[in-house]
């Protein structure tokens, strides 16, 4: 199964609201992660099951979607939010998206 | 606390072998899957090798079948990644994470591996 992260890089201010797109190539139904990254750190779990806010992630965060189109969208873009941001399907062995990066515009 | 902590990366000449540990610490080990997911530099996350609660399941990328074993020694708390004619196209930080619901809840920190000759 392959994943398809849109867009590659995300320029953005403080304040505003993102949304990254993920593809699957083929049904997933809900088996989607949401991780963050940040330069020199292990990935973060954001979410979990397309939706799920993992404990402690701030509510700005919020995943959708089933099938084949999943979105993650960060509302009010907080300084510590730039970051990368990876999808990953769990439905059939674990493929990841190729990131998008929120750059500061 | 929840710990993960890798070891054994380094440089290694194309065709070497090394073998990775992950010692974890802070939860029950056996009652999860475990992972181990590759990162070159600069580029994205790549999942490499899965293993099941009981050592019994293990799936792997096709890059590294055949190639790469993962194992599990329940006693010691430690995750394996057995690497063998490693290739220049595998050098980057590996990184050990815990499966919960098949997503990877806590993630290690990760231990450089550079295979160059």
């Known amino acids: 199964i392959q994943m398809t992260q849109s867009p590659s890089t995300l320029s953005a201010s403080v304040g505003d609201r993102v949304t990254i797109t993920c593809r699957a190539s083929?049904?997933?139904?809900?088996?989607l992660a949401w991780y963050q990254q940040k330069p020199g750190q292990a990935p973060k779990l954001l979410i979990s099951?397309?939706?799920s806010l993992e404990t402690g992630v701030p509510s700005r965060f919020s995943g959708s979607g089933s099938g084949t189109e999943f979105t993650l969208t960060i509302n009010s873009l907080q300084p510590e939010d730039f970051a990368t941001y990876y999808c990953q399907q769990y439905n059939t062995d674990w493929t990841f998206g190729q990131g998008t990066k929120v750059e500061i515009k | 606390e929840v710990q993960l902590v890798e070891s054994g990366g380094g440089l290694v000449q194309p065709g070497g072998s090394l073998r990775l540990s992950c010692a974890v610490s802070?939860?029950?080990?056996?009652?999860?899957?475990m992972i181990w997911v590759r990162q070159a530099p600069g580029m994205g996350l790549v999942w490499v090798s899965a293993i099941n609660t009981e050592g019994t399941r293990t799936n792997y990328a096709d890059s590294v079948k055949g190639r790469f074993t993962i194992s599990r020694e329940d006693g010691k708390n430690t995750l394996y990644l057995q690497m063998t004619s490693l290739r220049v196209d595998d050098t980057g930080v590996y990184y050990c994470?815990?499966?919960?619901?098949?997503?990877?809840?806590?993630w290690g920190q990760g231990t450089l591996v550079t295979v160059s000759s």
């Open positions: 083929q049904s997933i139904s809900n088996w």
């Open positions: 994470a815990r499966l919960s619901g098949a997503a990877a809840d806590r």
């Open positions: 099951k397309a939706s």
């Open positions: 802070g939860f029950t080990f056996t009652n999860y899957w």
